[in-house]
């Protein structure tokens, strides 16, 4: 097992090395000149040469990539000129609305999917199981942003339930700014937790084939210990998979949604560095989308281990 841990370890910081360089290569082979954008059209040519100074443009690109990387490393995400504060503190601002409605979402995608795989497992070729599936086919094919659009009509428009669109901050109450928030939420998890449902179905169907399912039955448990202590233990895997990779989903899914509903949180902040060339801005929110998506990923391969002992003997033998 210390040796599956430590090339999970190895993988994590190689990956985000190489997304690093990635990041810093596309965002900086773009047209424009952030310097010109930033100032506008009417600026004198050496306005615009004392800016590209300052924002460390003049410099070589391979320079300019070791301090991005270390002052990221510091946690020195660099200054926004568009914005006029270290982007740090934008982050820090947006971070507090879109990391709840991404766990929001991925709690209640979950919430959703799992128990409904698993009841339409149970139920192989009976009405439950085709309308889950039916219900997972129209959730699949259904973008998020116009489930937004439909919440917020009927739940917000038509029945005042749910604001329309906003967020009044935290320090205005934790239902207010979960009631805000719940909408998006919801509209970001249901196409996701159609296809965890599928995905959970699945893995239960050939899991309740096994032989320690049927040992199980025979020794007389009921039904719903057979299929929540025994079954769906050992279809966790693609489950769990499914779940990490959901993650970066519903952090893209933000950028839309944040948009749809007018809601400040690092996708709309993203969306608007990319409009205003703000080169600084986009790099570090990406990297940080990244690093997200990768830890993830991360606690995904160590709970493999915890899942599945059979992973844990490979790692240790290797």
Same mark, same amino acid.
């Given at each position: 097992?210390?040796?599956?841990?430590?090339?999970?370890?190895?993988?994590?910081?190689?990956? *985000?090395?190489?997304?690093? %360089?990635?990041?810093?290569?596309?965002? @900086?082979?773009?047209? +424009?000149?952030?310097?010109?954008?930033?100032?506008?059209?009417?600026?004198?040519?050496?306005?615009?040469?004392?800016?590209?100074?300052?924002?460390?443009?003049?410099?070589?690109?391979?320079?300019?990539?070791?301090?991005?990387?270390?002052?990221?490393?510091?946690? /020195?995400?660099?200054?926004?000129?568009?914005?006029?504060i270290p982007v740090s503190e934008l982050?820090?601002?947006?971070?507090?609305?879109?990391?709840?409605?991404?766990?929001?979402?991925?709690?209640?995608?979950?919430?959703?999917?799992?128990?409904?795989?698993?009841?339409?497992?149970?139920?192989?070729?009976?009405?439950?199981? *085709?309308?889950?599936? $039916?219900?997972?086919?129209? =959730? !699949?094919?259904?973008? @998020?942003?116009?489930?937004?659009?439909?919440?917020?009509?009927?739940?917000?428009?038509? %029945? =005042?339930?749910?604001?329309?669109?906003?967020?009044?901050?935290?320090?205005?109450?934790?239902?207010?700014?979960?009631?805000?928030?719940?909408?998006?939420?919801?509209?970001?998890?249901?196409?996701?937790?159609?296809?965890?449902?599928? !995905?959970?179905?699945?893995?239960?169907?050939?899991?309740? @084939?096994? /032989?320690?399912?049927?040992?199980?039955?025979?020794?007389? *448990?009921?039904?719903?210990?057979?299929?929540?202590? &025994?079954?769906?233990?050992?279809?966790?895997?693609?489950?769990?998979?499914?779940?990490?990779? #959901?993650?970066?989903?519903?952090?893209? =899914?933000?950028?839309?949604?944040? #948009?749809?509903? @007018?809601?400040? +949180? $690092?996708?709309?902040?993203?969306?608007?560095?990319?409009?205003?060339? /703000?080169?600084?801005? !986009? #790099?570090?929110?990406?990297? %940080?989308?990244?690093?997200?998506?990768?830890?993830?990923?991360?606690?995904?391969? %160590?709970?493999?281990?915890?899942? /599945?002992?059979? *992973?844990?003997?490979?790692? &240790?033998?290797?």
């Open positions: 097992m210390p040796a599956a841990i430590a090339r999970a370890g190895v993988t994590f910081f190689a990956t *985000l090395l190489i997304a690093s %360089l990635v990041v810093f290569l596309v965002l @900086n082979v773009l047209p +424009g000149d952030p310097a010109a954008i930033v100032l506008g059209m009417g600026a004198q040519p050496e306005t615009i040469a004392a800016l590209r100074s300052q924002m460390g443009l003049d410099r070589p690109a391979p320079e300019r990539y070791l301090v991005w990387v270390i002052g990221l490393m510091q946690g /020195d995400f660099g200054y926004s000129h568009t914005y006029a982050i820090s601002q947006r971070i507090v609305l879109s990391a709840p409605l991404a766990l929001m979402a991925i709690a209640l995608s979950t919430l959703i999917a799992i128990p409904a795989g698993v009841y339409a497992a149970a139920r192989r070729g009976k009405i439950a199981d *085709l309308i889950v599936s $039916l219900s997972a086919q129209i =959730g !699949v094919a259904i973008p @998020n942003f116009w489930f937004a659009m439909l919440l917020i009509l009927l739940f917000s428009l038509w %029945l =005042g339930w749910f604001p329309a669109g906003g967020f009044p901050g935290w320090e205005a109450g934790l239902w207010p700014g979960i009631r805000s928030l719940l909408l998006p939420a919801i509209a970001l998890a249901l196409p996701q937790a159609a296809i965890l449902s599928r !995905v959970t179905r699945s893995a239960m169907l050939e899991t309740l @084939n096994e /032989d320690h399912v049927r040992t199980a039955r025979a020794k007389g *448990l009921s039904e719903g210990a057979v299929l929540w202590r &025994h079954a769906l233990r050992n279809a966790l895997i693609p489950v769990v998979t499914i779940l990490g990779l #959901q993650l970066s989903f519903l952090l893209a =899914g933000t950028i839309i949604i944040e #948009q749809a509903c @007018n809601l400040p +949180g $690092l996708g709309r902040l993203l969306f608007q560095a990319i409009a205003q060339r /703000d080169l600084v801005t !986009v #790099q570090s929110v990406v990297m %940080l989308l990244v690093a997200v998506v990768v830890l993830v990923n991360f606690l995904v391969d %160590l709970l493999y281990l915890s899942i /599945d002992p059979r *992973l844990r003997g490979a790692g &240790h033998g290797a």
